[in-house]
C-alpha cells in the first residue's frame, strides 16, 4: 500500500487523471498506463523525501505517480527551450531551477504559481586548479595566447575540417589546443607533421580529454565549441569569451542556449554551415583587440555561476525536509558563489 492509504490500482487511475493531452501525446497511453503503477509501487517501497529530476521521457510516469503520494519534486532545466516532457510535467514540481531566466518565463504558463529559480548549470569544481598549474598539466608556456577547440560528441568533422585548413595562419597566432575525436586524431597528427617545425608545438591535437578537460579550459583564453549547457556553464563559469558553433540538429536548444551568451556579450555565434577556416580565423581575432575581448571576458563571468550545485542542493534539501524554500535571490547569489 502506497503512505496515503490508497490502493495502487486506484493510486494509478487518479495519476492519470491529473495529466493534460501533453503527457499522453509524450508516451503511448497504454504504456503510461502500466508504467505511472510500476513507479507508483517503487517510490511507495523506497518513500524517499524529495524527488530530483531533469525531465525527458523516463520522468514522466514517475512524477505522475509522485504527486498523489505528496512527495516534493524539484526539476532542473538546462536549456533556454524546455523539453516537451519538462514542460508537461512542470506543474507537478513543487520548485523549478533553470540554467536560464528565459527559461522561466517559458514554463510560467504550464505551470502557474510554481517558483522558479535561476541556478544556473551543475558543474565540476572549476576554482581547484589556477592558470599556471593547468598550463604545467597542458605543457603550454605561461605567456602562450590558447585557443581550445571541440565540438563535443557530435558533428566533429566540420570542426576538424576548419582547424586543418587554417591551421599553418593558426598556429603563427595561437596556440591550440584541439579535441578531434577518434576519427579525427591521426589527420591531425598528420597535418602537425607538415607544419614548420617552430609552429608544431603550438598545435596540440587529442582524441579526448577526460581527466585533463579541465585543465584545459583554465588554460584557455577562448574556447571554440558547441553550445551544450554544462560546455556554456563551465566556461562562463571560468570567465572565458566563447566563439560558439551551434550542433544544428538539437532541436534548435543548442542555437537559443547560443544566443542567450551572445546576447549578454559573452560569446560570437558562427552557424554550423558557416564555419570553415576563415570563419575559425576571423573569431580568433577577438585575442588581438584587448578592448574587446576584455568586454567578452567581463561579461562570461557576470554569467558563470560556479556554485550552481550547491544552489539546487539547497532547493532540493528543503523540499525534502518540508521547509520554506529559500528566496530566489538568495539561491541566485549561492549559485555565484564558489561551489563549497
Given at each position: 500500500?502506497?503512505?496515503?492509504g490508497i490502493p495502487m490500482?486506484?493510486l494509478a487511475a487518479r495519476s ?6 501533453d503527457?499522453h501525446a509524450?508516451l503511448?497511453?497504454i504504456?503510461l498506463a502500466?508504467s505511472?503503477?510500476?513507479a507508483?509501487?517503487?517510490?511507495a517501497?523506497e ?6 529530476t531533469?525531465?525527458g ?6 512524477l505522475?505517480?509522485a504527486?498523489p503520494l505528496g512527495?516534493p519534486?524539484?526539476m532542473w ?7 516537451r516532457a519538462?514542460?508537461a ?9 533553470v540554467?536560464f ?10 505551470a502557474?504559481?510554481?517558483?522558479c ?9 572549476v576554482s581547484?586548479m589556477?592558470r599556471?598549474e593547468?598550463?604545467a598539466?597542458?605543457e ?14 557530435q558533428?566533429?568533422?566540420?570542426f576538424?575540417a576548419?582547424v586543418a585548413d587554417?591551421?599553418p595562419?593558426?598556429?603563427q ?5 584541439h579535441?578531434t575525436?577518434?576519427?579525427?586524431y591521426?589527420?591531425a597528427?598528420?597535418s602537425r607533421?607538415?607544419?614548420p617545425?617552430?609552429?608544431?608545438g603550438?598545435y ?6 577526460r581527466?585533463?578537460?579541465l585543465?584545459a579550459l ?7 565549441g ?8 563551465e566556461v562562463t ?5 566563447m566563439?560558439?558553433v551551434?550542433?544544428p540538429?538539437a532541436?534548435g536548444?543548442?542555437l537559443a542556449?547560443a544566443?542567450?551568451l ?12 558557416a564555419f570553415?577556416a576563415?570563419?575559425?580565423l576571423d573569431?580568433?581575432a577577438?585575442l ?6 576584455a568586454?567578452?571576458t ?9 556554485g550552481?550545485?550547491?544552489a ?6 528543503a ?5 520554506p ?10 549559485a555565484?558563489?564558489?561551489a563549497a
Amino acid at each position: 500500500m502506497p503512505p496515503t492509504g490508497i490502493p495502487m490500482r486506484r493510486l494509478a487511475a487518479r495519476s492519470l487523471r491529473t495529466t493534460e493531452m501533453d503527457v499522453h501525446a509524450l508516451l503511448d497511453p497504454i504504456r503510461l498506463a502500466a508504467s505511472v503503477p510500476q513507479a507508483a509501487a517503487i517510490l511507495a517501497a523506497e518513500r524517499p523525501a524529495a524527488i530530483f529530476t531533469t525531465g525527458g521521457y523516463v520522468a514522466v510516469p514517475v512524477l505522475m505517480a509522485a504527486a498523489p503520494l505528496g512527495i516534493p519534486v524539484v526539476m532542473w532545466d538546462g536549456n533556454v527551450i524546455p523539453g516537451r516532457a519538462v514542460r508537461a510535467t512542470a506543474r507537478l514540481a513543487a520548485a523549478l531551477a533553470v540554467s536560464f531566466e528565459a527559461t522561466c518565463h517559458a514554463l510560467a504558463p504550464v505551470a502557474p504559481g510554481r517558483p522558479c529559480y535561476l541556478t544556473g548549470t551543475p558543474i565540476r569544481e572549476v576554482s581547484a586548479m589556477d592558470r599556471a598549474e593547468a598550463r604545467a598539466r597542458m605543457e603550454i608556456e605561461i605567456d602562450a595566447r590558447v585557443v581550445l577547440i571541440f565540438g563535443g560528441s557530435q558533428a566533429v568533422r566540420r570542426f576538424n575540417a576548419a582547424v586543418a585548413d587554417a591551421l599553418p595562419e593558426l598556429t603563427q597566432r595561437v596556440t591550440v589546443i584541439h579535441v578531434t575525436g577518434d576519427d579525427g586524431y591521426a589527420p591531425a597528427l598528420s597535418s602537425r607533421e607538415v607544419l614548420p617545425e617552430a609552429a608544431r608545438g603550438h598545435y596540440r591535437p587529442f582524441r579526448f580529454l577526460r581527466d585533463e578537460m579541465l585543465a584545459a579550459l583554465v588554460s584557455a583564453d577562448l574556447v571554440v565549441g558547441r553550445a551544450g549547457a554544462s560546455t556554456l556553464a563551465e566556461v562562463t563559469a571560468l570567465g572565458v569569451p566563447m566563439v560558439v558553433v551551434p550542433y544544428p540538429h538539437a532541436a534548435g536548444h543548442q542555437l537559443a542556449n547560443a544566443e542567450s551568451l551572445v546576447a549578454a556579450g559573452a560569446a560570437r555565434l558562427i552557424t554550423d554551415e558557416a564555419f570553415d577556416a576563415r570563419a575559425l580565423l576571423d573569431s580568433v581575432a577577438v585575442l588581438e583587440n584587448p578592448a574587446a575581448y576584455a568586454a567578452m571576458t567581463e561579461a562570461a563571468r557576470s554569467l558563470g555561476r560556479p556554485g550552481a550545485a550547491d544552489a539546487v542542493a539547497e532547493l532540493v534539501l528543503a523540499a525534502a525536509a518540508r521547509a520554506p524554500l529559500p528566496e530566489p535571490a538568495a539561491i541566485e547569489q549561492r549559485a555565484r558563489e564558489p561551489a563549497a
